[in-house]
C-alpha cells in the first residue's frame, strides 16, 4: 500500500476525551487536514444564540442552517474557526455555547445538514477528524477509527485546566456535573447517539500522557500502511 493513498482518522469519543488535542497533534505530525466536528456544532449554535431562536425551534433552525456558512483556516497558532466569515474560534468555548450546543446536536436536521458537510470536508485528501458520530455515521469507511474515553474525573480536570489557561473562569465541581450531564445526552440522544464504532480501537487516556495517545494512533496508521 503507498504511503500516498488517502487515509481518514475518525477521532470519537465523551466529552473533554482529548480528541481535538490528540488530532491537532495527529495532523500536524502526518500533515492532514485536522476537522474539528464539535466546533461546527458549536459555531452554529452560537448563531442560534445571537438570533435568539429557542434551541427546541426546529423549523427556523433549519432555516437558518441554509445561510449559515462555518469553515476553518489552519494557521501557525492553531485553527481558526469562522461563522459566516467572522472569527468565532474563542467565542464558541464560552459556557453559555457548552451548556446548549447538545441541545442542537440532538437535532436531527441540523445533523444532516452538518454531517453532509463533514463528508464534503473529507473528500480528496488524508484528514483527522474528531467528534461523536464520525466513524459510525460521518466516514463509517475510515480506514483508521478510534475511541478515546477516560474517566469523568480525568475530563473535568482537564478541562478545568484549559479553561483557566484561556481566561474562563472554570469551577471543577460544576464542570463534572456539566460532562456528566453532556455524556448522559450524547449517549442517549435518537439521531447518531454516542457509540463506539465496531471497529473502532478503545484507547483509555485516563492514565496516559497525550503524547502516548498520540504515538498508539501513529503506530495504527504505520500498521495500516504495511499491510
Ligand atoms: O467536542 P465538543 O465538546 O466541541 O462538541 C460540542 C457538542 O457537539 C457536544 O455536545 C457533542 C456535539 N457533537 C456531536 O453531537 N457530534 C459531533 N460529531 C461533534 C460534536
Known sequence: ???NEIIRIAIDGPAAAGKSTVAKLIADKLNYVYIDTGAMYRAFTLKVIEQNIELNDEERIKELLTHTKVSFKATDNGQIVY????????KIRTAEVSQSVSHLAQLGEVRKDLVVRQKKLAENHSVVMDGRDIGTTVL???EIKVFLIASVDERAERRHAENLKNGFSSHLEELKEEIRERDTRDETRKESPLVKAEDAVSIDTTSLEIEEVVEEIIKLVNNYQKK
Open 1 to 3: 500500500m503507498s504511503n
Open 83 to 90: 461563522l459566516d466569515d467572522v472569527d468565532v474560534t474563542k
Open 140 to 142: 463509517p469507511d475510515a
